[in-house]
């Protein structure tokens, strides 16, 4: 497994399709990585679905309303219109590059309406720099993410099947 540097902020998150261990970007986002470590300690993302996939931009997930496959509310319809019922999120835009393996935050127009729902880029997005809050960057498992079924939406889609603040893993 990559070097973590610091356990508290990093995620591993296992998918349908292998682990992916991310590293948080708390000076850049901290609203955002809060909020993020705070939804998977709740165990928030365990089950939810790889809901919008493009092929050459980002896999987008967190709809834990709507998309968490083990829930009783889980609606693949409706899945990428839900999120936590968290207060939504002020816009923490930064100059980070949306790169390869950035973790982002999805929103609708407004700018600060993130709530759970997050993408990583597929490849160079720099389009979003500045528009959209990135709060982590894939450093393992970026293969894993390429493997997710693509589409809009997803027919049998790709899930996290956990999703772990890496302090918490022993």
């Known amino acids: 497994m990559a070097e973590i540097k610091d356990r508290e902020n990093a995620l591993?998150?296992?998918?349908?399709?292998?682990?992916?261990?991310?590293?948080?970007?708390?000076?850049?986002?901290p609203g955002h990585v809060s909020r993020i470590k705070?939804?998977?300690r709740e165990g928030a993302y365990d089950g939810v679905v790889f809901h919008r996939v493009i092929e050459g931009?980002?896999?987008?997930?967190?709809?834990?309303?709507?998309?968490n496959s083990s829930k009783p509310s889980f609606a693949p319809s409706r899945?990428?219109?839900?999120g936590s019922e968290?207060?939504?999120?002020?816009?923490?835009?930064?100059?980070?590059?949306?790169?390869?393996g950035t973790c982002s935050m999805a929103r609708s127009q407004n700018p600060n309406s993130a709530n759970s729902q997050f993408f990583i880029c597929f490849d160079d997005a720099a389009f979003l720099n500045r528009?959209?809050?990135?709060w982590g960057q894939v450093i393992e498992?970026?293969?894993?993410?390429?493997?997710?079924?693509?589409?809009?939406p997803v027919q049998d889609p790709d899930k996290i099947?956990?999703?772990?603040?890496?302090?918490?893993?022993?």
């Open 12 to 29: 591993i998150m296992e998918t349908t399709k292998g682990t992916v261990v991310i590293e948080l970007f708390p000076d850049l986002a």
């Open 57 to 67: 931009f980002m896999a987008q997930t967190g709809d834990v309303k709507f998309g």
């Open 38 to 40: 705070e939804l998977a």
């Open 86 to 100: 968290k207060p939504d999120l002020k816009a923490e835009f930064s100059n980070a590059n949306h790169g390869r």
């Open 131 to 134: 528009q959209y809050t990135a």
């Open 79 to 82: 899945a990428g219109m839900g």
């Open 161 to 170: 099947v956990s999703l772990k603040v890496a302090a918490d893993v022993k």
């Open 141 to 152: 498992g970026m293969d894993n993410v390429d493997k997710i079924k693509r589409g809009e």
